[in-house]
């Protein structure tokens, strides 16, 4: 086997926050990686990375990032490529196909494999009890990439729908305002009295939760570390002693 | 510390599939655990249960599981009650809060974690590809515990939001007719060259991936071990040689 036939891609989830929420697979491939591409401040949170070639890069340079990535695993590298949480969710995974598909044709026969991981929606949902335990969806605020309008009509069906709803990249200091017209859409559509739980760095030394319900929240509160989660309905919370209410969402519906 | 005092309640998702995509911190609580209860089929996969109680019971047990589960941790037990893929998402951790809510008072001040992992929706999902690139959504397709006119408003809005759509448990031997009724609902929203994916077993010995489109599917292809995915209009195939084609929905959407 040729040294360009034994190179690898694989596109890893680190999950959202501490190396105990790392899969077994995802270590193993960082293991046998050597280099190692991503978000500078996602290389710097991974353990034991001697010996690798780090290539740092910045929020927004995904698409470089991925046809750096391609290209080297097509020179007979072995490469990582990493993303926070899962890389199939709002991460580095779908930035890896798109470069494919407008890359050289040759690199379709790359042995690339996409390794799951845990996004950040479930680890705030499970730290805050079971607020995702009926159906739910999950929308990239960001219109860096899709039309606002595009935003406010998934907003508007998710209300109507019924599902609880986790916002992910809700607010930068570049896009300051949209998290109040998602606001202002869902309050148009939810009872005041709907819970809405803010998760902050969740799995990180400086985690922060809160519930609060749809009137009374600060969009404000925000910013780009936040998942944001809006409840349906039936979503509930048990107040308990000596900590933050428990916040979950019944499996059942009852017929109106 | 009393006895009552030192129990505890850990509610772990197991992950799809193989140990490999379990989470350090799922395998920390089993192994800390004197009591592990859960689906009797889940219970099998575990590896390393030496020592242990393990309690199985069927699917739709839930309730009385999380109750009993409860109970041990009350009366000083570490206790562990698994699902598999992510308990946060139509697993157990649902059901627990439930069990809590409607139990004895005392017992809400229990030492509870909920320890999220990897759903089937991704590890689907990185099997394919990207799928989940763009917003997205995920429904139990199962009216046990809902009105089939919930799921049906819900497919509805689904389809007309744009969502990328995560089927759960879209079909059983008592159910083999709702994903029929499911898919005659997207067909008349979704232009017949949408793609859709079934996800069989992911994960396990006799995983089985296979991409068709809206049109052609045939919905009677899922039982109670797939998990379907049906594209938004930008979703995607890229063909590959030697393998079934990579599918991923672009992070993009340009302004119509």
Redesign the interface.
């Known amino acids: 086997m040729g040294r360009a036939e034994r190179g690898w891609l694989r596109v890893v ?1 680190l ?1 959202p926050g501490p ?7 995802a270590r ?1 491939a960082l293991h046998g990686a050597e280099h190692v591409l991503g978000y500078t401040t996602y290389l710097a949170r991974l353990p034991a990375l001697e010996g690798k070639l780090l290539h740092g890069s910045d929020n927004g340079d ?1 698409l470089s990032r991925a046809r750096h990535g391609l290209d080297l695993a097509a020179q007979g590298a072995r490469v990582a490529i990493v993303s926070g949480g ?5 991460g580095m ?6 470069a ?2 407008s890359g050289p044709a040759e690199q ?2 790359l042995d ?8 950040a929606m ?2 705030a ?3 805050l ?12 605020l960001s219109d860096n ?3 606002w309008a ?1 935003v406010e ?2 907003l ?3 209300a ?4 609880v709803i986790a916002l992910y990249n809700p607010a930068s200091r570049a896009r300051p305002s949209q998290i109040h017209a998602a606001f202002a859409v869902l309050r148009a559509l939810r009872p005041a009295s709907t819970l809405v739980m803010f998760a902050k760095a969740v799995g990180r030394p400086d985690e922060e939760l809160s519930v609060t319900s749809l009137g009374a929240a600060d969009p404000a509160q925000a910013d780009m570390r936040t998942l944001l989660l809006i409840g349906a309905e039936s979503t ?1 919370a ?5 900590g933050p209410p ?1 916040v ?6 009852s ?1 109106p």
Chains 1, 2 share one sequence.
């Open positions: 989830g999950g190396s105990e929420w790392l899969t077994d697979e193993a995904e899962d890389t199939g969710v709002f995974a779908a930035a890896v196909f798109e494919l598909e379709r026969s690339i494999r996409v390794l799951p991981g845990v996004t479930l680890a949902a499970a730290r009890g079971a607020p995702l335990g009926n159906d739910f969806c999950a929308i990239n990439l899709k039309p595009v009509n998934r508007t069906h998710a109507r729908a019924g599902f509930r048990i107040e308990r002693p000596g428990w979950y969402t019944p499996r059942s519906i017929t």
